[in-house]
């Protein structure tokens, strides 16, 4: 199937002030050293993986003692020049979220404060044009609530159960915004039954992603309807794309795996 490519706008953060210093996700081990440099010569290469692709790349500027913002995808939900805000389950990242609502506010987008918890498009995937939300770990279902509100989309409520995939971005990947029965990927054990109903019932035809590749964080990845940036040692889930017509392109973000991030997660796609 000849698949073709859509222009991406989206915003990033250098991970000059990346480490892991305190833990709340399975994937973080602060008794374990973490190397800066590495993550951001890594982060470097996804950052000039999109210049390549030809994509409209923005940067916030990092802020000393917030490590974790560098998962920019995280940081609020843009649709319709409206931005969602985050407003973060940990102390540790909440200062994240008015960092992100300034910058969104400064480059002329239509700020909407959270009344509740939620971490962004980490839990917030565009689908034709049905929001998917993820709720289990760190995103209150009520926000699922103010999205439909604030965009008058339908929005689908996906339960995550696995806590090493605690974001929908972890587990679930939007292979096609436009939509369609193979639109997306996904880890089947992530969800719960009723969830994984859903999921199987809209998208009959998806890429069902197995434990090897899920654990490096392959769903975790960014598509335009044709390039696929994922992880590179997501190996079957790479097969996988090439057989169905997409171009995958492999990236070793292992550093900032030790975050519990990856391609995705340092990813906010900017929808005017």
Known sequence: ME?????RT???CRPTHFTVSYRINPWMHPEDPTDTSLAVRQWETLYAKYLELGYDVHLIEGL???PDMVYAANGGYVLDGIAYGA???YPERQPEGPAYMDWFRDNGFDVRVPVATNEGEGDMLLVGDTIYAGTGFRTDVASHDELREIYGREVVTLHLTNPSFYHLDTAFAVLDSAGGPDSVAYLPKAFSPESLAILEERFPDAVIVNDEDAAVLGLNSFSDGKNVVIASRAVDFERQLRERGFTP???DLSELLLGGGGVKCCTLELRR
């Open 64 to 66: 000393p003692g917030l």
């Open 3 to 7: 698949r073709t490519a859509t222009h």
């Open 87 to 89: 407003l973060f389950e």
């Open 249 to 251: 392109h492999g990236l």
């Open 10 to 12: 989206v915003l990033m």
